[in-house]
């Protein structure tokens, strides 16, 4: 928490506490090269340094007065009654609803085994000659929009180790040869705190191989099942069943806190996610999680007291998950991301029958619960967010292949709310025109702001090195200064080339606003909050022809510790509505 609070304060200039520190001018820049030319190579008029959040004196009200048209897309899996994908449908074949409104189709995209489908208006138009290898008819690669990340999330805290080993095979196997070719894939455990065990990959064996190294970790699930056998012991010896309900409430409690700290882990994961471009999706792999903690135990009481224990099943809502399920749910639709789960613990059997379970006479129906329980927030995760659950079998080969084929053989349709970053979850409803097809996708999403998009990006950007730099923008850093207190003074020039902006006419001048976007994060994980600051640009008329060739440069001062940090910076042009990302890693105090 220290660190923490630390980087809360350690962007000073962005709260205007250090407000002489930030500068902005313009610098040459040569047609080749995005580095600046010598200094008496600058024009005579610089830029004043701004206020933060300040605009331009002229016409800045009205003028930079601008509505986001944001795109909404959504990936949809058809198949027949059967199961088997249905290719070589068109934007004509779908009708999508948002809150049960009509919404029109503005962007379609068709993906066949891997490969994009070009549109009949796409074969219809000219193109230039084939690149070697490639197919006629197909482009020959996705867009950045369009590519897969995949995050493969083995959960060894509610995991037991036989059954983790046990899928690993058909997992190596799908990593292997499922996948196509530019996804990129990462490799986490979970393992009472989150892990990245290989980041983000185009290479699938790595991250097959490292499972090896996996199959050596503890997984704790087995812990978990004693604990459960002996509180049934426990209860079976009971003769009171207020003293049952008491023991089992201090066995919820212990579980639900456990649970708690799972789910929030899965929640980080899906937020550091947010800013990544394209598809995402996790797969998880686990024995389960109670989407109600004790759930059976309080059935168990309620059914051998009878109605002595008439408030036992009231008892067990107080442990309910499933709101944090739903929550967990919602984020990953509002940021694209699709759950496929994986109950590695295979093909259930009721434990009354195994001798090691035998302490407790639990019925059938005691044990159903306990299976449905963890079952239950597995399906919620896939189903709810568009994905797949992979339960009751013992080899998942056939289910990864369902999986494989969402991956490789999808349709991606996009199109324009009528609302635009208010901040509210809605509902989507995606029907095909002909009624014998089966339709999945996620069922909602939140509608979020430029702002919290931006953040994202740069959350993104520090914890993977995600970089998107469409307006080719540098960060260079300047001689750090030692303070007294041992952290270091560091001035950051963030640089913008001004003819990558738009520009648009105001009374003798060309204006631009952009707005910056940062956070540091170091070595240990310690991230500072994302700050952001209006910047806005004026060129003379007279003087833009030469402005088009240089850099805006905006300068601030961080204060940092000595040691690795990394820092993102994300920069929108409000304007354009264009926005960029990227990474500089900097060893402070080492120079």
């Given at each position: 928490m220290k660190r923490m609070s630390l980087y809360r304060w350690m962007l000073l200039c962005v709260a205007g506490l250090a407000a002489p520190g930030l500068t902005a001018h313009l610098v040459a820049q040569s047609a080749e090269s995005a580095q600046p030319a010598p200094a008496a190579a600058a024009p005579a008029a610089t830029v004043p340094a701004p206020t933060v959040g300040s605009l331009p004196a002229q016409g800045s009200g009205e003028f930079f007065e601008s509505i986001d048209v944001s795109v909404v897309n959504v990936d949809v899996y058809v198949t027949d009654k059967k199961g088997n994908r249905v290719n070589g449908l068109t934007r004509d074949d779908f009708e999508i609803l948002e809150d049960k409104r009509p919404m029109a189709i503005t962007n379609f995209y068709a993906v066949q085994e891997g490969r994009p489908v070009l549109t009949a208006e796409e074969l219809a138009a000219p193109v230039a000659a084939p690149l070697p290898g490639a197919v006629p008819g197909m482009p020959a690669e996705a867009p950045e929009d369009q590519r897969l990340h995949l995050v493969v999330y083995i959960d060894n805290f509610n995991l037991h180790p036989f059954s983790r080993n046990r899928v690993f095979g058909a997992l190596r196997e799908f990593l292997r040869s499922d996948l196509t070719p530019g996804d990129r894939v990462m490799l986490m455990t979970y393992d009472r705190e989150p892990h990245v065990r290989r980041p983000f990959t185009s290479d699938p064996q790595t991250i097959a191989s490292a499972l090896f190294e996996i199959e050596k970790m503890n997984a704790f699930a087995t812990q978990a099942d004693s604990d459960r056998r002996e509180l049934l012991s426990e209860i079976d010896d009971m003769k009171d069943p207020n003293q049952a309900i008491t023991r089992a409430r201090s066995y919820a409690e212990s579980l639900f806190n456990d649970l708690q700290f799972s789910i929030d882990s899965l929640k980080n994961t899906v937020s550091s996610l947010a800013g990544l471009p394209g598809r995402k999706a996790v797969l998880y792999v686990s024995d389960g999680l109670p989407m109600v903690a004790g759930q059976d135990v309080f059935h168990y009481i309620q059914e051998k007291f009878s109605s002595g224990a008439s408030t036992a099943i009231m008892e067990s809502l107080t442990y309910d998950a499933s709101r944090r399920i739903q929550e967990l749910v919602a984020q990953a639709n509002a940021n694209r991301i699709s759950f496929y789960t994986i109950d590695a613990a295979g093909l259930r059997t009721s434990s009354t029958v195994s001798a090691e379970n035998r302490t407790a006479n639990t019925s059938g129906m005691v044990e159903s619960i306990h299976t449905s329980n963890l079952q239950s927030s597995l399906q919620m995760m896939a189903e709810d967010t568009g994905g797949k659950a992979i339960y009751n079998t013992n080899d998942p080969t056939k289910g990864l292949l369902t999986v494989a084929g969402d991956f490789k053989t999808y349709y991606s349709l996009g199109y324009s709310p009528v609302h635009s970053g208010?901040?509210?979850?809605?509902?989507?409803?995606?029907?095909?025109?002909?009624?014998?097809l089966v339709v999945r996708h996620r069922e909602g999403y939140r509608d979020k702001t430029t702002e919290a998009k931006m953040s994202d990006g740069v959350i993104s950007a520090l914890f993977y090195d995600a970089e998107s730099n469409s307006l080719d923008i540098g960060v260079k850093r300047l001689p750090e200064s030692r303070r007294d207190d041992g952290l270091f003074t560091v001035p950051i020039e963030i640089r913008i080339p001004i003819g990558?902006?738009?520009?648009?006419?105001?009374?003798?001048?060309?204006?631009?606003?952009?707005?910056?976007?940062?956070?540091?994060?170091?070595d240990g994980g310690g991230m500072s909050e994302v700050q952001s600051s209006i910047v806005p640009i004026t060129i003379p008329e007279a003087e833009v022809a030469t402005a088009v060739k240089q850099v805006y440069v905006y300068g601030i001062s961080l204060m940092m510790r000595k040691g690795p940090q990394k820092l993102a910076v994300g920069v929108r042009d409000e304007v354009g509505a264009a926005q960029a990302f990227t990474v500089r890693t900097m060893n402070i105090g080492n120079s």
């Open positions: 208010d901040g509210r979850y809605h509902k989507i409803d995606v029907r095909t025109k002909r009624k014998d990558n902006l738009v520009l648009v006419p105001a009374e003798g001048v060309r204006q631009a606003r952009v707005r910056i976007f940062f956070a540091a994060m170091d």
